[in-house]
């Protein structure tokens, strides 16, 4: 072989590591994102479509899946049906514990969303009276962890009460119609069983709700750091854009819920989307909730949930997400 068909082939080879390494082979044709009506900044990035034009010029797709709760979330998350999927920040600590590869890095609400929830005629004032009581929960989800912690500090635990394991609209359902009585609910459902059939919301923490958070896979971030920061500049076009024009945030959950407005009034009234860097704040409450599930015996005594959460939340991408 002549000398400069040496150094063309080791040329060619030298590129083809380059863009190995710095995955140019592996750029995804299209990206996986969940959508939810409990994080209204995704429906207003799915309607403007904020995430098809930034990805468009690269050939690269969106896919939208819809969350009906945290816990679908993460299943998409752990089984690579989605890349982005919407959670609260506690269900995310959760299944990061029980071993889904994900990584928190983006807050898209700072929600009260969930409280826990019965009917006028159930004679049920304060947590101590669900002692006995059948209660609708979805597992794995903030209002789940949110009945946990309420138990505890009504020094019960959920072997205390008869939990009816149900998603978050089936739980609503199994409330008006008596099979259960009480449910650990979710906005906008909670604020609809609230408006439409008189639920009363008989325990509420605002600061036992955690962070409504965005999470990636570790193996896309890993691979697709760049892409990661373009979806969070996405999300962040979107959260802007929400705040900026409240009329239209109004109509796409109206759209997506088929709920009445007065009902989407209420959901908003308890939703603050000012928030977007993931950091302390985050932690903080999260760490909270964790060291309280673990002391309710949730989550196993010999788990470091500090050291977890540093695992959890990635702050590399907040200055993306900033930009």
Do not use: C
Request: aromatic content about 6%.
């Amino acid at each position: 072989m002549s000398l400069t068909r040496r150094l063309l082939l080791a040329a060619s080879i030298a590129t083809g590591l380059t863009s190995f390494a710095t995955g140019a082979f592996a750029q995804p044709k299209e990206i996986k994102i969940d959508f939810a009506t409990y994080n209204p900044v995704s429906l207003v990035l799915k309607d403007k479509g904020f995430l098809e034009k930034e990805l468009e010029k690269d050939g690269i797709g969106v896919r939208w899946v819809q969350s009906l709760g945290s816990n679908k979330a993460l299943e998409f998350l752990n089984a690579g049906s989605i890349d982005f999927g919407s959670t609260a920040g506690a269900a995310a600590l959760i299944a990061k514990i029980n071993g889904n590869p994900i990584k928190s890095i983006y807050v898209y609400s700072r929600p009260e969303w969930t409280a826990l929830v019965t009917r006028k005629d159930t004679g049920i004032a304060k947590v101590e009276d669900l002692k006995g009581k059948r209660v609708a929960v979805t597992r794995g989800t903030d209002p789940h962890i949110f009945l946990v912690r309420a138990l505890q500090e009504a020094k019960l635990t959920e072997k205390d009460v008869k939990l009816v394991l149900l998603q978050h609209p089936d739980g609503r359902t199994a409330l008006e119609r008596g099979d259960v009585d009480a449910w650990a609910g979710l906005d906008p459902l909670m604020a609809a069983a609230e408006a439409e059939s008189g639920a009363q919301l008989f325990y509420r923490n605002a600061a036992a709700n955690t962070w409504g958070v965005l999470n990636v896979s570790e193996s896309f971030a890993k691979d697709n750091p760049a892409l990661v920061g373009r979806v969070l500049k996405a999300y962040e076009q979107a959260r802007q854009y929400a705040l900026a024009n409240p009329a239209e945030l109004k109509k796409s959950l109206v759209t997506y819920t088929k709920l009445p407005e007065t009902v989407i009034d209420r959901q908003l009234e308890r939703t603050e989307l000012t928030h977007s860097a993931i950091g302390q704040p985050q932690a903080d409450t999260i760490i909270a909730a964790g060291l309280a599930l673990q002391q309710a015996g949730v989550v196993p005594a010999d788990t470091n949930v500090r050291a977890v959460v540093d695992t959890l939340i990635d702050r590399q991408f907040a200055t993306a997400a900033a930009q």
